[in-house]
């Protein structure tokens, strides 16, 4: 297996590198071409396991850096993003616009291709056709997402098409939502399983298509797109009967597609030990440094109190210290933020021979204060919290070891995408919430929402839909994209804040920190955003550079 994974995508460099200008001439045949390569099923099949490598990873996770759920202490280019302090030659700015269109190319390439293979059973060809028509579908929806217009190329790149125009937005979402209904078409609805886990089926087209509509205000395409997934029976939440960890331990090995528990999540990127390998869990919690991934106080407080009201209405939310904050909160805060008391990885592990001079409290066993010294001796917060979800405990201690599966779009998102586009249609009713949002409360034991009690407490219906985003979601790289498609820019001008030091059992370790008059921590300040000119990405420098007619966004 691993050998046909390697083999798959050091095929797709050599075959989708090629170029196609020479094309009367008859290509050799101790080569790689497209002259002779779309002869088999296997060719396919090879050439659409390579294709998946453009389904994003870890940086999926990266992303959450650009929102107001995590503080990235170091130098990052989504940090910049976030802080709306770069310009146009940001080297992210480019890469992504290179990298979607280096996969869509590679897509329109078997696309054009796939027909000549002489397949027995058509409907095979077909199927696997479908699953590059997703993965192109979702290298659109990112470049849509980041730069509004952009060019629309459904067939290998030629000369006119690059130096073209932009496509407005709205006909490129036309072309990919009309794409994923095709790709749903030739696609079984069945889940994956086996050697065959991750690969895309029926449902991970019709939810794509409802994250997209959703993302673009076609409120009725996101709700049709949504049930439709629903209704196929195939998925269900993520349960092994405990509310306290039913949550968190999706985000473990145990959530694993490969281990066939997990029949919610629709579209994933596996990984595999000695093939493919990331650091994710020992960023969040790194036992010798700083960590990279640090809860803000913007996420804590937006965790509902467990009788379904905010910290600002419950007559449960009483804190004047820091194990406080965590009680009697929704289940999701303490299966997503390290609760004094948990286990965790970042206990500081000294070498043998100088354990006998360390006390037991330089190496707990389970997580009692937070760290903020970078000594090398534990793990270290900026803010004053750590997060617990996507971390594999076994994992934290070795670099770049870890083989948890980054999950790109689940049912539970599904389920959100329906309640909030019911909603924005007017047509969100008790059973509607029951059916979707409740759902996910159940799972945790979390109280249910209920419209008559949200009027009667005077909160707002649209506001706590977005909450239920944005707890269920937290740390898988949507926040972001929220953000921007709420017009909520001036979430990421605000200072990015941490826990209070005075509820601190120790607060002379943070009394170097910056705070605020009340004693919150600011890990960031000196944000910006700028509207209309940050709700877009700019067109990459060196893009216009070598194409003036790809114009510019609004501001830049």
């Known amino acids: 297996m691993k050998k046909k994974i390697l083999f ?99 897509a329109n390439t078997f696309l054009e291709n796939y027909q000549k293979a002489q397949l027995p059973n058509s409907q095979k060809a077909e199927a696997l056709a479908a699953e590059v028509r997703i993965i192109r579908a979702y290298l659109y929806s990112y470049l849509t997402a980041f730069y509004g217009d952009v060019p629309l190329i459904t067939t290998p790149l030629n000369l006119n098409e690059l130096y073209g125009a932009r496509d407005p937005k709205e006909k490129v979402v036309d072309f990919i939502l009309a794409d994923l209904d095709v790709a749903a078409q030739h696609l079984s609805a069945t889940i994956p399983t086996g050697t065959e886990a991750g690969r895309l089926n029926k449902g991970a087209a019709l939810a794509l298509k409802a994250r997209i509509a959703l993302y673009n205000k076609r409120w009725q395409v996101a709700a049709d797109a949504a049930k439709a997934v629903m209704d196929l029976g195939v998925y269900q939440l993520f349960d092994v009967g405990d509310p306290a960890s039913n949550y968190r331990r999706l985000f473990t090995y145990e959530g694993k597609l490969s281990g066939g528990k997990n029949r919610e999540t629709i579209m994933s990127r596996l990984h595999l030990f000695q093939v493919s390998q990331h650091n994710l869990s020992r960023e969040i919690q790194v036992p010798d440094q700083g960590v990279r991934w640090n809860p803000t106080k913007s996420l804590v407080d937006d965790y509902l109190m467990k009788d379904g009201l905010p910290i600002d209405k419950s007559p449960l939310y009483s804190v004047s210290t820091y194990n406080e904050v965590f009680e009697d909160r929704d289940p999701r805060m303490t299966q997503t933020i390290l609760k004094p008391g948990s286990a965790w990885g970042g206990r500081y592990d000294a070498s043998p021979e100088h354990k006998d001079n360390i006390t037991t409290n330089d190496h707990p066993e389970t997580f009692v204060v937070p760290k903020f010294s970078s000594d090398r001796r534990g793990a270290a917060t900026y803010t004053g919290y750590y997060f617990t979800k996507y971390v594999e405990l076994s994992t934290v201690g070795q670099v770049s070891q870890d083989v948890n599966d980054i999950h790109l779009l689940r049912y539970a998102e599904v389920l959100l995408t329906y309640a909030e586009a019911k909603m924005e249609l007017g047509q969100l009713t008790q059973d509607v919430v029951d059916m979707a949002i409740n759902k996910l409360r159940e799972r945790v034991g979390m109280s249910p929402m209920v419209l008559t009690e949200l009027a009667a407490n005077g909160m707002d219906v649209r506001e706590e839909v ?79 550079q070598l194409n003036a007619n790809l114009g510019q966004n609004p501001g830049w």
């Open 8 to 106: 798959s995508l050091l095929l797709s460099t050599f075959l989708f590198g090629s170029c196609n200008d020479d094309f009367l001439e008859r290509g050799p045949l101790d080569k790689v071409t497209d002259e002779n390569f779309w002869q088999s099923e296997e060719q396919l099949v090879l050439a659409v396991n390579g294709m998946y490598g453009y389904l994003k990873a870890k940086n999926t996770v990266d992303m959450e850096i650009m929102g107001d759920n995590t503080f990235w202490p170091a130098t990052n280019n989504f940090k910049s993003i976030r802080s709306g302090n770069y310009s146009y030659d940001l080297s992210t700015i480019n890469s992504e616009w290179g990298g979607l269109y280096t996969g869509i190319r590679q």
């Open 466 to 544: 977005r909450r239920e985003r944005r707890i269920e979601l937290a740390l898988e790289g949507q926040r972001y994209f929220d953000i921007i498609r709420w017009k909520q820019g001036e979430l990421l001008a605000a200072d990015v804040k941490g826990t209070n030091v005075n509820w601190l059992s120790n607060p002379q370790d943070a009394a170097g920190l910056n705070k605020d008059a009340q004693g919150f921590i600011i890990a960031l300040s000196g944000n910006r955003f700028e509207d209309p000119r940050h709700y877009l990405w700019p067109v990459p420098m060196e893009q216009v």
